[in-house]
């Protein structure tokens, strides 16, 4: 049996040796070497990933599904085999309820097309809440313009979180669908879904969770958590680009109508009737991105070699430690001080723009975000047009919060 996730938390990470597995991380950006902190937008990939994705193109690379010949059936057992480490990694029962997509984006859009869309009257009610990233903003909006129903959004505090009562006051009779992100990307709240899910069920009402930035920051159980739906994104998570993948519980998906027509989702078709292939391959029409879930599959892979506890017990100590170091400069502002946080440090600074800041930092040799990380409603929550944003990985290190710490530094210098 593998060891408890206790002794796992507890367990140090040797972040020496995994700063050794990515490449990119050593190189040095205008002279100085590079503080990558830009981790919420993308995570840097380890070797094994992108040795994995070179190893399919060069051994494996043949279409899916479809061929006799040996590199086909490499390629297909490769690519189930990959939805099989995604199943395992999110704690799914079964893996025909993992669904390949582009990434978070695309798999809210297919929930609110294929699940949503036909249930949907107009005078029906969608529940997101106020901190959501415009890609669980947006395809809900299109949705109440198409069929008449309307958008209701969950206010947050002054704090950045979730107000919980006012989300039991908001779910009504006419509620046909909650989507909430699991870690906000612009404040680090790390949201109570556990409970939510429980309270939209008691009403009946099915649970959308965004995990873009929770799955690369530690354990996802979707049992536990008893979503319906959970979405995440390959990039953010030590995988490739282009791949991600939408988690549905198996009788919903069961239940749910195509979204995209074409090769590989149908199980037959005649001029006079198309009948479609079981879920998933049911929402995976055309030629998916094969290597993309092979490298996604190593990276799953390497995060549960790693332990999703341990490496979320480091960014822990990284983000507490980052918060006192920002804090102590003069003039920072926090924006969003949730009890519970992870991966992101969002900030503002007196008198100076955040991209200002950004620019200064980048030639420092370090590498942040400064805007609105595509989630305007929560700047303008916020009163501010964005923020800067310091996000962390397993392989972030206490001498480079120094580093971010030192630039903010110089930044004070330039704007005297
Ligand atoms: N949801 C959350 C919470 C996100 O942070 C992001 C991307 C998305 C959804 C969309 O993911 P995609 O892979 O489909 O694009 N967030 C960010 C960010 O914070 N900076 O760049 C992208």
Request: net charge negative; glycine share 10%.
């Amino acid at each position: 049996m593998g060891e408890t996730a206790t002794a796992a938390a507890t367990r140090t990470l040797d972040v020496a040796r995994i700063r050794a597995e990515f490449p990119a991380l050593h190189q040095e950006s205008h002279g100085k070497p590079l503080v990558y902190l830009d981790n919420a937008a993308t995570t840097q990939k380890p070797r094994r990933v992108i040795d994995a994705v070179t190893r399919f193109y060069e051994r494996d690379c043949a279409n899916v599904h479809r061929g006799v010949h040996q590199l086909s059936q490499r390629a297909t057992i490769a690519y189930e085999s990959a939805r099989t480490t995604v199943k395992r990694h999110l704690g799914a029962a079964d893996s025909r309820e993992i669904v390949f997509t582009r990434g978070t984006t695309e798999a809210i859009n297919l929930v609110a097309s294929s699940f949503v869309r036909p249930r949907l009257a107009p005078g029906d009610e969608i529940l997101i809440t106020g901190m959501e990233h415009h890609s669980n903003i947006v395809p809900w909006q299109l949705l109440c313009e198409a069929t008449g129903a309307v958008l209701k959004i969950v206010p947050i505090t002054d704090a950045g979180e979730i107000e919980l009562e006012r989300f039991a006051e908001l779910l009504s009779e006419r509620t046909r669908m909650v989507g909430v992100v699991h870690v906000s990307n612009a404040l680090g709240t790390v949201n109570p879904v556990r409970e939510m899910v429980e309270i939209a069920h008691d009403r009946g009402v099915p649970v959308l969770v965004d995990g873009a930035q929770a799955v690369p920051h530690g354990r996802v159980d979707v049992g536990e958590l008893d979503c319906d739906f959970y979405v995440f994104s390959g990039h953010k998570t030590y995988g490739p680009t282009g791949i991600g993948a939408l988690y549905g519980k198996r009788e919903h998906l069961l239940g749910m109508v195509p979204w995209q027509g074409g090769g590989d989702m149908i199980l037959s078709v005649t001029w006079e009737k198309t009948r479609y292939a079981e879920p998933p391959h049911r929402f995976e029409a055309g030629t998916p991105n094969i290597a993309g879930a092979i490298g996604l599959a190593a990276a799953l892979d390497y995060l549960d070699g790693l332990g999703p506890e341990a490496v979320a017990a480091h960014e822990a100590a990284l983000l507490e430690a980052a918060t006192e170091a920002v804090l102590s400069v003069p003039g920072v502002r926090l924006i969003g001080a949730a009890r519970h946080r992870a991966g992101a440090l969002s900030f503002v600074m007196d008198g100076i723009h955040p991209h200002d800041i950004g620019t200064i930092l980048d030639t420092e040799g370090v590498a942040i975000r400064a805007g609105h990380h595509c989630a305007q409603p929560v700047m303008q929550r916020f009163g501010v047009s964005a923020t800067v944003r310091a996000s962390f990985a397993v392989y972030n290190t206490h001498e480079e919060i120094g580093r971010l710490v030192e630039g903010l530094y110089a930044v004070k210098e330039v704007f005297g």
